[in-house]
């Protein structure tokens, strides 16, 4: 069955840290995947997408995510965090099929320390 | 820049009772879909819509769930009987097609007592 695992319920980094939160998938064909980020009491963002070509690909807010088939991961990783990064993130992977549905981790909470 | 619209941002209804969830989604995306996410849990797929019909639903999506597209421009979640495992976050969706970015909703708080 199609499923994303986000190992970390909640990190702790320290502004201007860098920062990395895993993602593993598990698909049965190349797999088109998503990262979001939800603020408190907000809807879903997009941060950034991966459905073909360059396994690294840049998103909004200085965030990049690398495709890894071989390790069927999709890291999130962003260079030096701000205080506003503070928020929820969601990996997720479009499932099989032609209808859209997206299947999505557990979430991983970001707490940034000044 | 366009953007996905719900209401009522928050709902509090006894069980039994139906409620209509609503949502305006970008006006040139052709799929549609709810999810929801309970407290302190992943967001979880209840249902995909194209040309007014649903094209996937979860197990959760049972009798007591319906979607409509009445008019143009709007994307209604009923559910008749509410019960108080319904109590979450509602979020609606839209996308231009079926492996497009999923543009999402600030999301339905729906308590159920």
């Known amino acids: 069955a199609q499923s994303v695992t986000q190992p970390d319920i909640h990190i702790t980094v320290s502004e201007g840290a860098s920062l990395e939160l895993r993602c593993n998938y598990s698909y049965g064909a190349t797999p088109y995947l998503f990262w979001y980020v939800q603020s408190p009491g907000q809807g879903l963002q997009l941060l950034l997408k991966y459905f073909s070509g360059d396994t690294l690909v840049q998103g909004i807010k200085g965030f990049e995510a690398e495709f890894k088939r071989s390790q069927s991961s999709f890291n999130l990783r962003k260079p030096s965090v701000h205080w506003s990064d503070a928020a929820e993130y969601f990996c997720a992977v479009g499932a099989l099929g032609n209808t859209g549905k997206l299947i999505f981790g557990q979430g991983t909470t970001l707490q940034v320390k000044p | 820049e366009p953007e996905v619209t719900q209401t009522p941002s928050h709902q509090v209804t006894q069980m039994g009772q139906e409620v209509i969830l609503r949502c305006v989604p970008i006006s040139n995306h052709l799929y549609f879909y709810w999810y929801r996410q309970i407290l302190g849990q992943k967001v979880e797929f209840l249902v995909s819509?194209?040309?007014?019909?649903?094209?996937?639903k979860s197990e959760i999506f049972d009798d007591q769930f319906s979607v409509e597209r009445p008019d143009g421009s709007n994307f209604t979640l009923k559910i008749r009987s509410t019960k108080l495992e319904d109590s979450a976050m509602y979020f609606c969706?839209?996308?231009?097609?079926?492996?497009?970015?999923?543009?999402f909703g600030p999301g339905t708080r729906l308590l159920v007592l």
């Open positions: 819509f194209y040309n007014n019909e649903i094209s996937e």
């Open positions: 969706a839209s996308s231009r097609g079926p492996q497009e970015t999923q543009y």
